[in-house]
């Protein structure tokens, strides 16, 4: 399974195997990881699941497509070059080390 | 705002979407009491939405529609009790529960949500017909539809064309039956009804309106087989599906002597009759800022946005409730999504010329009051923020050739500061 990195605004880190083919935002929800609400359930609804993503592993993404870069301009946090919905980043092998900061609030 | 005590207890009925919050925004604000969460249903709060889409298509496992991981009411100190609220003594602060024990409040939070409607006709308790709220309807509709050739949907809300969507996907034949004479009549415009008659009819399903049923029909073995219409029309069916919408659960509010209308009613702060018990989301018949009028709304939106009001009003901030109400529904491929509310409105601007991805702009006199996008999440977004802010848009600004709510929006409210 895909290792993925999840760092609080504490800097505490929880690296965890995230099953193939849910989310970023599933992977942190399951495992009790403050820092992401996901009120929508994943549907790229609500912005609640905003994550920034490590520069160093921004690589291992596909560029966000037009649903969630409209809902990243209403995240509670800033939005950054980095900013992705984790609800939209499925989990897939080439997703392996992928490193996520968690903002500082999402509503 | 001003600073009130807080409540040494907080007991909440209802561990549904609003129930939930209630409890996670309380901690989140740093309550420190004692938060009770009360369940009927034995399971950890879970979210709806999918129990009509991704879950009954067999899409997802219940564990990921949970709200949060069993861990997370330990870490928190959330005790979830599993049982069902039988009875309030509003002197006493305390509830009883069907088992006999009893839980005290210092603060009561009724999000006790909704039943699905039955029918009233004969063979309504047939083998085979279904309605669908929770988890456990979901499943039982997911293991029924595997088998089923012939489906007939009675009403054409949105859980009963979000159902039909998935019938139809599934391969069996369709019919949805409906007494109006149009899908979504209380919740979409014509435009937008129109749209999603003819999406489910260029899928493969039967949409009848204007006619009401008369009866459910079954065999001797009491498994339904056909659905009867006031004309004398029979639709054979081995699978029905009743979504003619539901019921407020409010009989618990009014044992205990609280004032109901369509709704438990509750003031602009979400207070009933009594300063110490309030009630949310889906149960809750509010008034809105604007008219006044008792307002009662079954969303994800209102059960969360009134749970954090509640949550701030416990631990000391106190406001009316005034958030903008916003909704989706996926069908097929189809997102609709609404903001705002229309229940009045005279005049409509349509925008975009693709037949399946437009927004209609729903104004009362040169006010915009809603918007539905259909395939349009960009505008649905701008809407919201638009509405939201109450940014000035008319019909004449919006027939603009070039218009767009989001252009409109970045030159209203300059572009940092809206829409990058
Ligand atoms: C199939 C389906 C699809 C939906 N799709 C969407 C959608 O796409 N978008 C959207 O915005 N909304 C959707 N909704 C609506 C949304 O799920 C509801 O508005 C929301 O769940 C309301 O939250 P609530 O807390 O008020 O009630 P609920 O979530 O219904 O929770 C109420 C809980 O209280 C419990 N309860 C009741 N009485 C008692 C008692 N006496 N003691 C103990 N427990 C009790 C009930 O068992 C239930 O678990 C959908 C709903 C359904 C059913
Ligand atoms: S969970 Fe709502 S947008 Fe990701």
Known sequence: ?107 | MKAGAQPSSVVIVGAGQGGYQTAASLRELGYPGRITLISAEDALPYERPPLSKAYLKGQADFEQLWLRPVTYYVRQSIDLVAGTVREIDPAARTVRLADGSEYDYGHLVLATGARPRTLDVPGAGLRGVHTLRTAQDALSLRASLAAARRTVVVGAGFIGLEFAAVARESGGEVTVVETLDRPLARAVSTRTAEHFTRLHRRMGTQMLFGRRVAALHGNSRSDVTAVELADGRRLPADLVLIGVGVTPRTELAEAAGLPVNGGITVDSRLLTGDPRISAIGDCAAFPQVRSGNLLRLESVQNAVGHARLVAERLTGVHSAYDELPWFWSDQFSTTLQIAGLAEEHDTQVVLGDDPDAFSVLLFHGRELRAVESVNRPRDHMAARRLLDRGVELSPDDATTPGFTLKAHLASRQGVSAAVR
């Open chain 1, 1 to 107: 399974m895909p290792k993925i990195t999840y760092v609080a605004v504490d800097g505490t880190e929880r690296s965890l195997d995230v099953p193939l083919g849910t989310s970023v935002m599933r992977g942190a929800v399951v495992n009790d990881i403050d820092g992401i609400v996901a009120q929508c359930g994943g549907n790229a609804q609500c912005a609640t699941c905003h994550v920034y993503v490590d520069e160093t592993t921004i690589d291992k993404l596909d560029p966000a497509r037009q649903n969630e870069d409209d809902l990243l301009d209403f995240t509670a946090s800033p939005r950054r070059p980095t900013s992705r919905l984790s609800c939209q980043l499925e989990v897939t092998s080439a997703l392996d080390g992928l490193i996520v900061h968690l903002p500082e609030r999402q509503n």
